[in-house]
């Protein structure tokens, strides 16, 4: 301070990019003026003017830093104020495409915070800087210039019905989009500015909800992102005051409804469930606000040949980018550390500043945006080598902890993107698919449907098993798609959100089996190899034995083949006991039981070693079922009977078949699968695993159970036994 020709600086919006510009100034200059058009609020509620203030805010990690070095302590203010202080990874599910990433720790903080209370504490900490003062009702109406370059002097500010002239050596335009540099600088002679548009549509609709901690799975906060496959999104996230934001998304025209009806069902019609089911258990705080954003805009002042003197830009009125990426108030940070550094300087040179704004704050985030929304409105084949890299990318950090954090650092700009070149990261993400979670609709149930592998490969149709989801196979599905088959892999009555009836009776064999030939229908497949594992090998066979022109070949794991069982049933003690475990999810109340005192029994059944589930594993499904209606309608399998009433009757299989069983497998005895080859009149092949190999091979064994599907669909055997 000090300094000649640096007495006042005055700024034009008190804004997020307004309040961190005075931040910077307050260092160089006696005394820095914010002025502002809106009443500005004592306490945290939306202001007028910040049309998009009730909706959800993110802020980049880089952002969190940046404004952290700005204001020492901010975070500690923010939760003082009731922000909620989390890991960007461990404590946030992200999901793309269906498919959560990894949640480890990354050490990354971020704040869960509602746009006003972020303002309201950042505001609280500029004005109490010594020589800054914020003044709300100020509407500036043009620049006071000098000369013919029409250096810029001042400002015109309108208060009410007073209009003054406030002096200043410095004026930074921080107005937002609808800032008015432009048409000052063609009123002056220096020429219209460029502008890129890129359109998008967006629409938000957002309201707020009391949500148990529970229903979010501990989680502050979840993300179901918008992706080419998948275009519509919603954030859920904890914040200020106890509440749950939920902001749903389209763009191009396919909104979000604003009603009771139309909001839960576009939340129900995402790539996953997580958010509808949360919003299923809470209860509305408020109605329904709706915020439109037509395009992004950049204003490239960068390549103006000339520029007055006295006068910068920051922020929107810079560069306005789609709010689903929380860029924003990141960039104004990475802008604001570009003024402090020219500000250190001898003299501003505008050129200079603009030039350093371009590469050091806005050239990333505007790559980053326009590509991304580019291939969301499907003007990107998926097929192109950098829609299939980012979709292997994506994979991968659902399947290691390691690439989610590397991906998650390089989207909040800590690390730039070659860092995802490194060795180890990148032979992780070579090995992973480009695959999709689509919903497929079959009549009038829709179903989570996930399509991985080569799209000239043969289709293998993977069907799971109870308690688990598609997600079951995660550990197969590469090394199929690595021998260049087409994996197809649904979420199975009952499991997906969209196929979910109420009904027992609508959960028979028969049915089960006519969804997988629906989607066979619907995807376009004449005829597949099925692979299934516990009730999805129940299905398998009897698609098998009733629909054997429908199916190349069966792989069956960890079921014998019905009538075997049955048979087994009748007569032998070990499969009878094998089968008391049927009794604990059939009885009236059974829902209950499992699912009460914080689904406790549940949670003991995943972690069961011979499960052969990881921590995440565990957590990823114990979330799945304790969402409303999953799990109950997961136990209606079981309660139709089929496995203990015999009133289904198979009989023989007459397409290749490979069964696989374990010893130790408490559900099924040797008899069960011994005479399971009396009912297959095709060759067939068992494998049977010692102990301690257990019910749960496609985790515990993935190179095996894949090994097997390979050699069954190639029509081979593997050299340690042969089909007998």
């Not at 502050?220 to 519509?232: M, Y």
């Not at 501003?348 to 945006?369: E, G, K, Q, S």
């Not at 028979?508 to 969804?515: I, K, S, T, Y």
């Amino acid at each position: 301070m000090g300094i000649p020709g640096r007495d006042r600086a005055v700024v034009i919006g008190a804004g997020m990019a307004g309040l961190f510009a005075a931040r910077v100034l307050a260092e160089s200059f006696g005394e820095v003026v914010v002025l502002d058009r809106d009443e500005l609020p004592d306490g945290v509620e939306p202001r007028r003017r910040v049309q998009h203030g009730r909706h959800v805010h993110g802020l980049l990690a880089k952002g969190h830093q940046g404004i952290e070095g700005l204001f020492p302590g901010i975070t500690a203010e923010f939760t003082a104020a009731g922000a909620v202080e989390c890991d960007l990874t461990g404590d946030v599910r992200w999901v793309y495409d269906g498919a959560a990433l990894r949640q480890p720790i990354s050490g990354l903080r971020m704040v869960s915070a509602s746009r006003p209370l972020l303002e309201r504490v950042v505001r609280s900490r500029v004005e109490a800087l010594p020589n800054v003062t914020v003044h709300g009702s100020s509407d500036v109406e043009e620049p006071v210039t000098e000369g013919e370059s029409h250096r810029v002097t001042g400002v015109r500010v309108r208060r009410g019905d007073l209009v003054e002239e406030i002096a200043a050596d410095l004026v930074v335009d921080a107005g937002g989009r609808g800032a008015r540099t432009p048409t000052w600088l063609g009123e002056w002679g220096y020429g219209p500015v460029e502008e890129e548009t890129f359109k998008i549509g967006i629409g938000y609709t957002t309201r707020h909800y009391d949500i148990p901690e529970s229903a979010m799975g501990g989680d502050v906060s979840i993300h179901v992102v918008a992706t080419p496959a998948n275009p519509r999104g919603a954030v859920c996230a904890r914040v200020d005051g106890g509440r749950v934001v939920v902001t749903a998304y389209g763009m191009n025209g396919d909104l979000p409804g604003a009603d009771e009806e139309s909001f839960p069902e576009f939340l129900r019609s995402l790539s996953a469930p997580d958010v509808a089911d949360a919003v299923a258990q809470g209860t509305p705080l408020d109605g329904f606000a709706t915020y439109r954003f037509p395009a992004g805009l950049r204003r490239r002042y960068e390549r103006l040949t000339a520029f007055p003197e006295g006068l910068l830009v920051v922020g929107d009125a810079i560069c306005s980018f789609n709010p689903t990426y929380a860029q924003g108030m990141t960039v104004s940070v990475l802008e604001a550390l570009v003024l402090r550094d020219h500000l250190a300087r001898p003299a501003l040179d505008p050129a200079a500043y603009f030039a350093d704004v371009a590469t050091d704050a806005v050239d990333r985030c505007w790559t980053i945006a326009t590509s991304t929304d580019l291939a969301r409105s499907g003007r990107v084949d998926p097929a192109d080598p950098a829609a299939r890299a980012a979709a292997r990318l994506l994979a991968a950090a659902s399947r290691h902890d390691e690439v989610a954090i590397a991906h998650i650092r390089v989207v909040s700009l800590i690390d730039p993107a070659e860092s995802l070149a490194e060795p180890d990261i990148a032979a992780l993400v070579a090995r992973e698919d480009t695959g999709r979670v689509d919903r497929v609709a079959v009549g009038d149930l829709v179903f989570d449907v996930r399509l991985a592998g080569p799209e000239d490969g043969e289709p293998v149709v993977l069907l799971h098993g109870w308690p688990h989801n598609f997600r079951s196979w995660q550990e197969v599905e590469p090394l199929l798609h690595a021998e260049g088959l087409r994996t197809i892999a649904p979420n199975q009555r009952g499991y997906s959100a969209g196929a979910r009836p109420r009904d027992v009776a609508d959960y028979r064999l028969p049915l089960l089996a006519g969804d997988v030939l629906g989607l066979l229908d619907a995807l376009g497949v004449e005829s597949a190899h099925v692979v299934g594992h516990d009730w999805g090998a129940i299905v398998a066979w009897y698609l098998a034995a009733r629909h054997p022109e429908r199916v190349r070949t069966l792989t069956a794991t960890a079921f014998p083949h019905l009538d075997a069982y049955q048979d087994a049933y009748q007569v032998d003690p070990e499969q009878r006991a094998a089968s008391a475990y049927i009794d604990l999810l059939t009885a009236p109340g059974s829902t209950e039981y499992w699912l009460a005192d914080d689904a406790r029994r549940l949670r003991e059944l995943l972690a069961l070693h011979d499960n052969a589930l990881t921590p995440e594993q565990q957590a990823r499904y114990l979330r799945f079922h304790t969402q409303p209606g999953t799990f109950h309608a997961a136990l209606n399998w079981y309660r139709t009977g089929v496995l203990l009433d015999g009133a289904v009757a198979l009989g023989k299989i007459t397409v290749p078949t490979t069964f696989i069983w374990s010893e130790a497998d408490a559900s099924v005895s040797t008899m069960a699968a011994e005479r399971t080859a009396d009912y297959v009149s095709a060759p067939y092949r068992v494998v049977t695993l010692p102990a301690p190999a257990s019910h749960w091979q496609p985790q515990e064994f993935p190179a095996l159970v894949a090994a097997e599907v390979v050699a069954r669909v190639r029509g081979g055997s593997t050299p340690s036994e042969t089909d007998s």
